[in-house]
């Protein structure tokens, strides 16, 4: 899509339709103005309420993230790989490409970044490369998954999976890694889907033993699964629920997985989905109509769309350092 419409449909749309289904997220306010994004994060995931995480894959939708008063944004891998490559989630995302990501997410917003580390892109001694850049760039939590390389959407057919042992060495070599304890360090396992519960449930055991900040179990069919997990680690370590729009989980409203024993929900590409739909949309009538007139009612306008991204602060910016000419 061109820019300003893509941008513009996005704002209008997308987020309307975001709001009543995080609505429960609310904004949370921390006593400590100069806490870190990461020791904010880690106060959060402390809180009796879930901390709801929509997926950005640029600084753009980080900052609509931001506006709308979530407390933290999560940097999909998937969403990436569709926005960067044009292409699905099967591993052809690099890690220097989501490091710049990162980066490009950091300089725009302060609410702490959750960023995808997909299988740490490599062995133990690569993660803790990748752990160093992440956290090097401004990133407040990286999570990792026991897939072989290449990996692929969790909700896909065809995952491959590494040995639990390897998978710790991994998770250890994380912790290890990090310049900041405040650094959370997310394990992620993708044993469901190809070995069952009791795998999963195994191999989360020996992830939190690892030094995991937060366990992640990918892929559970129903709420029986997502109780399963939540009685057999709830209490021990925080955990994290992906909330897929089509995918294998079925969709559970953000007090539910809190009152199922969650402490934090990602919604990995759900803006990005929004804007598949509408940008099409805006595109057929483009194509049918001759005009973007009929779809104004999708977008956000000039002059909105500027306010959104600070340009009163920029003219603020320009007024007091750029001379003028006499």
């Given amino acids: 899509l061109p820019a300003p419409l893509h941008f513009r449909s996005l704002a209008a749309v997308v987020l309307a339709m975001l709001r009543p289904r995080l609505a429960h997220a609310g904004r949370r306010w921390f006593s400590a103005a100069s806490a870190s994004p990461a020791q904010l994060l880690r106060q959060a995931l402390k809180a009796p309420e879930i901390l709801v995480a929509p997926g950005c894959y640029d600084a753009f939708t980080a900052t609509l993230i931001d506006k709308a008063s979530f407390q ?35 300089e725009a917003v302060q609410i702490p970044i959750i960023a995808d580390g997909d299988t740490g892109y490599g062995n133990a001694v690569n993660v803790m490369r990748t752990v160093k850049m992440y956290e090097q760039v401004g990133c407040s939590a990286i999570q990792l998954e026991d897939q072989q390389f290449p990996k692929r959407c969790g909700h896909l057919a065809g995952k491959e999976l590494i040995s639990a042992a390897e998978m710790a060495g991994k998770v250890r070599a994380a912790c290890d890694a990090r310049r900041s304890s405040d650094f959370v360090v997310i394990a992620r396992t993708d044993a469901l889907a190809t070995h069952g519960m009791d795998e999963a449930l195994a191999r989360a055991e020996l992830y939190v033993e690892a030094g995991a900040d937060v366990i992640f179990v990918e892929s559970p069919a129903g709420r029986e699964d997502l109780e399963a997990v939540a009685v057999r680690l ?61 779809s104004l009612h999708m977008m956000r306008n000039f002059k909105e769309l500027n306010k959104l991204l600070g340009i009163d602060q920029f003219r603020e910016f320009e007024s007091k350092y750029l001379r003028s000419e006499e």
């Fill in 72 to 106: 933290a944004c999560y940097l999909s891998g998937a969403g990436v790989s569709y926005s960067h490559t044009g292409r699905p989630d099967v591993g052809l995302v690099t890690q220097t490409e989501m490091v710049s990501r990162i980066a490009a997410v950091a």
């Fill in 234 to 294: 709830g209490g021990r370590v925080p955990l994290l629920a992906n909330m897929v729009e089509g995918g294998k989980t079925p969709l559970f409203t953000n007090k539910e997985l809190e009152e199922m024993g969650y402490a934090v929900v990602i919604y990995p590409n759900a803006i990005l989905r929004g804007v598949a739909k509408v940008g099409a949309d805006i595109l057929e009538d483009l194509k049918s109509k001759d005009t973007t007139r009929e």
